[in-house]
């Protein structure tokens, strides 16, 4: 939020009202995570039915934990494995839209380890439009017929073009 200049509304801490504007222009509800060892369990879209109507109650794990938290003796029933897995599953989701999903599988670490043998991370419902591609200068003896290359290799990658986060 303070990347894209946005002060929080109401108050000096930022809110599920707040973070609720970040849900489009960071395509959160496109992200679907599954626990590759427990197939019976169903994929996971921590953000899909985030709405602005309810923004702490849409996010149904985030409430859980939210109620359980400030009070455990009546709300303790809300603090359930499934809540658990899809807090997980939206801290995995905001990681990748930080630092891209490539080091959660190939860092080489023991959380991507363990992340490449509990997590299968994928986009649903996405519109190839939003998809982020490099920028390719090719050199004038380009063959327009050559369908495969290494563009980092041949140096065919331009540097990004970083546009602010507008929300």
């Known amino acids: 939020m303070r990347e ?13 009202q707040d973070y609720i504007k970040l849900l489009a222009p960071l395509y959160l509800a496109e992200f679907e995570l599954a ?6 369990i169903l994929p996971v879209r921590p953000f899909q039915r985030w709405s602005a109507a309810q923004t702490s109650k849409s996010l149904v794990w985030y409430d ?12 303790f029933d809300k603090a359930t ?23 959660l599988y190939h ?16 986009l649903r419902d996405c519109s190839p439009d939003s998809f982020y591609l490099p920028l390719l200068k090719f050199p004038n003896n380009f063959n327009p017929n050559l369908i495969c290359f290494d ?3 041949e140096k065919l990658k331009q540097p990004w073009s970083v546009q ?4």
């Open 4 to 16: 894209a200049n946005v002060a929080p509304a109401n108050s000096r801490d930022y809110t599920t």
């Open 35 to 40: 626990l590759k060892p427990y197939p019976v």
């Open 64 to 75: 859980g934990y939210h109620l359980t938290k400030h009070d455990r003796q009546t709300h």
């Open 81 to 103: 494995l499934k809540n658990c897995i899809d807090a997980v599953c939206a801290n995995l989701v905001l990681f990748s839209v930080r630092f891209s999903p490539y080091p």
């Open 107 to 122: 860092e080489g670490g023991t959380v991507s380890a363990l992340f490449a043998q509990l997590f299968e991370i994928s």
């Open 151 to 153: 563009c980092v290799r």
């Open 164 to 167: 602010r986060l507008a929300v």
